[in-house]
């Protein structure tokens, strides 16, 4: 070089302090997501009933709100109405993958009961043959 300078490397930025930021978000995100109950506000009634017991499979739950629209809590969006043909289709699928899985209706407290009752028949349509629902247990 004729300047006589030096010419010097161009500078690294260090990554490795941004990739351990990016994996523990990754992991705080990853244990705190299944935790988020999402859906729909119910308002459950209350009364004193034995719960599920621990062994048991994870169940499936319909929810009907006090508008007596119909929410399915599997699939791509737990919290948006379900038209009662999707919701028949995808409980009998999930009946043909586990036979045995457990189904419960959670009615808000305001809904008419022929909303319930309405949820019930199309889970009967789905092959369901037991049908649980769902309470809170009364404040002490």
Do not use: H, W
């Amino acid at each position: 070089m004729a300047s006589g300078k030096k010419r010097r490397p161009m500078s690294e930025i260090n990554v490795v302090p941004y990739i351990d930021v990016m994996l523990v978000l990754l992991i705080i995100f990853m244990i705190t997501a299944p935790l988020i109950q999402q859906g729909v506000e119910i308002d459950l009634p209350q009364a004193s009933a034995n719960p599920l017991p621990p062994d048991q499979d994870e169940p499936v739950v319909v929810s009907v709100d006090k508008k007596g629209d119909f929410y399915l809590d599997i699939g791509d969006q737990p919290d948006k109405p379900i038209d009662a043909q999707l919701l028949v289709n995808r409980v009998a699928a999930v009946r043909q993958l586990k036979p045995n899985v457990p189904v419960l209706v959670r009615g808000d407290r305001n809904v008419g009961y022929g909303s319930i009752i309405d949820a019930m028949v199309l889970l009967q349509k789905a092959g369901i043959e037991k049908v649980g629902l769902m309470t809170d247990q009364p404040e002490q």
